[in-house]
């Protein structure tokens, strides 16, 4: 079982920065692949970022690539999602997941956290 928690979510002006933090719990942390998927107000969720369980490999979605940036530290039990260069189209929920290669980008992880609000003014 694994749970996450976010934090690290605010508002944030065109052009800021934000880094969004994911703290797991769990013996098989280090077992999943984690990433983010956000979810803006009366739009589907959809994926940002992931990165495998060793964190050498890495993909994220179109709109957020060159902008964002996906870490994790096994040993902390941590992910984070460093956000540069926000624009008022990426205001949305954030949450955190961990699950089997392949789920988080599909938008089918096991675990999923409570959500963070990420706000950016123009």
């Known amino acids: 079982q694994v749970q996450l928690v976010e934090s690290g979510g605010g508002l944030v002006q065109a052009g800021g920065s934000l880094r969004l933090s994911c703290a797991a719990s769990?013996?098989?942390?280090?077992?999943?692949?984690m990433g983010w998927l956000r979810q803006a107000p009366g739009k589907v969720r959809e994926f940002v970022a992931a990165?495998?369980?060793?964190?050498?490999?890495?993909v994220y979605a179109d709109s957020v690539k060159g902008r964002f940036t996906i870490s994790r530290d096994n040993a902390k039990n941590t992910m984070a999602l460093q956000m540069n260069s926000l624009k008022p189209e990426d205001t949305a929920v954030y949450y955190c997941?961990?699950?089997?290669?392949?789920?988080?980008?599909?938008?089918?992880?096991?675990?999923w956290g409570q959500g963070t609000q990420v706000t950016v003014s123009s």
């Open positions: 997941a961990a699950g089997v290669p392949g789920t988080v980008r599909n938008g089918t992880p096991r675990y």
């Open positions: 769990g013996r098989t942390f280090s077992s999943y692949a």
């Open positions: 990165i495998s369980w060793s964190g050498n490999s890495t």
